[in-house]
């Protein structure tokens, strides 16, 4: 994978790059101390992950997130001194997120983690056809309605071929830039599709949106807290902006009173 290094520290950027020449999956082609310089060379150049650092002088890496505008943005791995800005990172789609000092070993993890991704994105691209959710024109209610009894199930299109798969199966699904990968049990389907529009494909009786990148299951919701929703062993971060919804609408309604 094409990967570049975005932090302002010389020293932090020489130790990326030694940790970077461990690893022969990761090819380095360029090291910037700033957001300006990085992004220029990334509307220039096609990459495939992103060492970014938060705290940088006049443009922070998290707001550089929020500005990036790529049709095929690089998987961004956050590197920084000051953990509490992670839950921030999540919702603008980071892989993983690197507190400095960083060992080599959780390096590996986060590079292990965006490979996982990267070949689940490749996979996908080869079977570009957006995917159909219900085929059958002759029903009258759509798929993305409450009637959940009538249209209990969609095909997704994935491995060249569409895949029935039931409401009830479907644990959480995450979205990935311009395609989204569907959780159950037994099966992560990969497809070609972003997470806005297979929303308004799922009855909303049964799924919410909880974040940017996450729709959960709510018949699947083991545990809440304040950040996180937790589906069978997963927890999936909420999003600052799906939060009050989320608990006001879902959470709230029925907890049990005193």
Do not use: W
């Amino acid at each position: 994978m094409k990967c570049i290094i975005v932090d302002d520290e010389p020293l932090a950027r020489e130790g990326m790059k030694l940790n970077i020449q461990e690893l022969p999956s990761l090819e380095l082609i360029g090291s910037f101390e700033n957001a300006m310089q990085a992004n220029d060379f990334l509307s220039k150049n096609e990459v495939d992950l992103m060492f970014l650092d938060i705290q940088m002088p006049e443009v922070t890496g998290l707001d550089f997130l929020k500005t990036l505008n790529l049709k095929k943005p690089p998987f961004v791995i956050l590197t920084t001194a000051y953990p509490q800005f992670a839950l921030e990172g999540y919702a603008l789609d980071v892989i993983d997120y690197l507190v400095k000092p960083i060992s080599m070993d959780r390096f590996i993890k986060a590079v292990n983690k965006v490979d996982y991704y990267y070949k689940l994105r490749e996979q996908a691209s080869t079977d570009a056809t957006p995917a159909a959710a219900n085929t059958d024109k002759t029903s009258d209610s759509p798929v993305g309605s409450d009637n959940a009894d009538i249209e209990d199930y969609i095909f997704i299109r994935a491995d060249r071929k569409y895949m029935k798969v039931f409401f009830r199966e479907i644990n959480y699904v995450e979205g990935l830039k311009d395609y989204v990968i569907v959780y159950t049990d037994t099966q992560k389907i990969v497809t070609a599709m972003n997470i806005k529009t297979i929303e308004g494909q799922l009855p909303s009786n049964l799924f919410i949106r909880v974040s940017k990148s996450y729709i959960i299951n709510m018949q699947h919701i083991k545990a809440v807290d304040n950040n996180f929703v937790t589906i069978k062993e997963k927890e999936v971060p909420i999003g600052k902006a799906f939060k009050d919804n989320f608990l006001n609408n879902i959470v709230n309604k029925r907890v049990l009173k005193r």
